[in-house]
């Protein structure tokens, strides 16, 4: 070999030498940054042919620059953010639920219950009292109150996770967007077996990651370097395009009957749904469709089941005023969201029900066939007046069971001192007062519930004992 040759040598050991200080440097420069892999050098010795000794070596050749990566060690890692990217959500969401309920406290809906019991205790002491009654009141409006608060709290949480999934699928979005130009850029760098795209895969790489972290994915690359993902069987990124991930509303019917609608996910404009079961996606799912249900449908339950115990008890109960047959809740509102005192008690505290009384009863003969009387009147308790309805226990008729048809037409008549007919609800008495349209003599059928039990006197408080 001769002088050029062993400076040739020499020149090629320094230029390797100068690209591995380069990479060096390099690795170290970027040791904190994001998803930056450890480059190597690689080499081989060079040589040439020589006539009388065969191979000679004629310094060292770079062959490429590498990356360090591991890709088992990738795939448990696109699985691991995936299920911590789920629970993430799940965590979140158990934390909001439990800063709502705010149990145990004085703001806690248990605290709101205490103070309904406690003063419905203090009632059933002192029934005649009415300062009792508008604690009772009171302290009932602040228990639906404190109901309502939940339900709305929850409702909000539902659509601020509704909003959150609309901003990570747009993230999804940007994702497969820019793997796709990786894919582009990987491609077009790696021609030949001595070109990588090094930086690139990196920075792909790290968007698989973050894509992994939303929603479950499958990746193959193929033999130019793009890579192609699929989710739940449907593709997202392809070697030379990508399918987005579009929001739409469906409808559903609600367990009230009422229509509303749900936030949903699909590939593009197609028609199936896409609702992953692993990463944020998944969890911003699983919080609406599972935790947050649950949570609703507990409270509505427990609503519900609040509202008639205490309806059922108080209904066949007497109020201050001895009547009977009045709901303490609103019978309509048997959700977290509609539950409310009835309007009976909201008018008056005295028809708050905290005296006992006996069973909702139908009347013994069925519907009573009475005839109007020359004054205008039915008395189905009186005997001399009435022998034929004649029944001393058809008192304390319950309030909203009364229907008066006429015979034979079947014509229903209206309540109402300005309409048709009024009743005595403690007496058994209906009082005609449309006397064009009922003169004495007109058959009329009612039918009706009366309490079997009459009132206990102002001192009576077994009943909110009862409730």
């Known amino acids: 070999m001769g002088l050029f040759g062993s400076l040739s040598v ?11 200080l380069d990479v060096t440097g390099q690795n170290i420069s970027n040791a904190n940054t994001e998803g930056y892999s450890r480059k190597r050098v690689s080499v081989v010795a060079d040589f040439r042919k020589d006539g009388v000794m065969g191979q000679m070596g004629s310094g060292v050749n770079v062959t490429s620059v590498e990356r360090y990566r591991n890709e088992f060690i990738d795939v ?3 699985s691991q953010v995936g299920e911590k990217g789920y629970y ?4 979140q969401a158990y934390e909001r639920i439990e800063n709502i309920f705010n149990e145990p406290s004085d703001t806690g809906l248990n605290e709101f219950l205490d103070n309904f019991w406690d003063s419905m205790h203090d009632l059933s002491n002192n029934p005649a009292d009415l300062s009792s009654r508008e604690l009772v009141a009171a302290n009932t409006s602040s228990l639906t109150t404190r109901f309502k608060a939940v339900a709305d709290e929850l409702g909000a949480l ?7 999934l609309i901003a990570h699928v747009e993230t999804v979005n940007a994702l497969t967007q820019r793997i796709s130009s990786f894919n582009n850029q990987i491609a077009a760098v790696e021609i030949g077996e001595k070109f990588n795209a090094n930086d690139a895969r990196d920075q792909r790489d790290e968007a698989v990651k973050e894509l992994a972290k939303e929603i479950p994915i499958e990746m193959i690359e193929d033999a130019s370097g793009r890579i192609s993902i699929t989710s739940n ?3 997202l990124v392809g070697p030379s395009d990508r399918v987005e991930l579009s929001m739409y509303r469906d409808k559903i019917q609600l367990d009230d009957g009422t229509e509303s609608s749900e936030l949903l996910i699909r590939f593009g404009n197609l028609s199936v749904q896409f609702k992953p079961e692993r990463g944020e996606i998944g969890g911003l799912f699983a919080v609406r469709d599972e935790v947050l249900k649950e949570y609703e449908d507990t409270l509505d339950q427990f609503a519900h089941d609040l509202v008639k115990a205490v309806n059922e008890v108080h209904y066949e109960g007497y109020s201050l005023n001895q009547d009977t047959g009045i709901y303490f809740f609103d019978p309509a509102g048997t959700t977290a969201e509609k539950i409310s005192l009835s309007s009976h008690i909201k008018d008056d505290v005295s028809n708050i029900a905290a005296a006992s009384g006996g069973k909702a009863s139908l009347p013994v003969i069925g519907t009573v066939a009475g005839v109007v009387l020359a004054d205008g009147t039915i008395d189905i308790t009186d005997d001399i007046a009435d022998p034929v309805n004649y029944n001393p226990r058809y008192t304390n008729i319950l309030n909203g069971t009364v229907l008066v048809t006429l015979q034979p037409s079947g014509v229903e008549l209206t309540e109402g001192p300005s309409a048709d007919y009024v009743v005595d609800y403690h007496n058994g008495q209906f009082n005609f007062v449309n006397g ?13 519930k009366y309490n079997d039990v009459g009132f206990g006197g102002v001192g009576d408080g077994s009943n909110a004992v009862e409730m």
Do not use: H, K, Y
């Open 10 to 20: 020499g020149t090629s050991g320094l230029s390797a030498a100068q690209m591995a």
């Open 76 to 78: 448990q890692i696109q």
């Open 88 to 91: 993430r959500q799940l965590d």
């Open 158 to 164: 539902r659509s601020s996770v509704d909003n959150n």
């Open 233 to 235: 069987g449907s593709i």
């Open 436 to 448: 064009a349209l009922l003169p004495p003599g007109t058959a009329v059928d009612i039918d009706f």
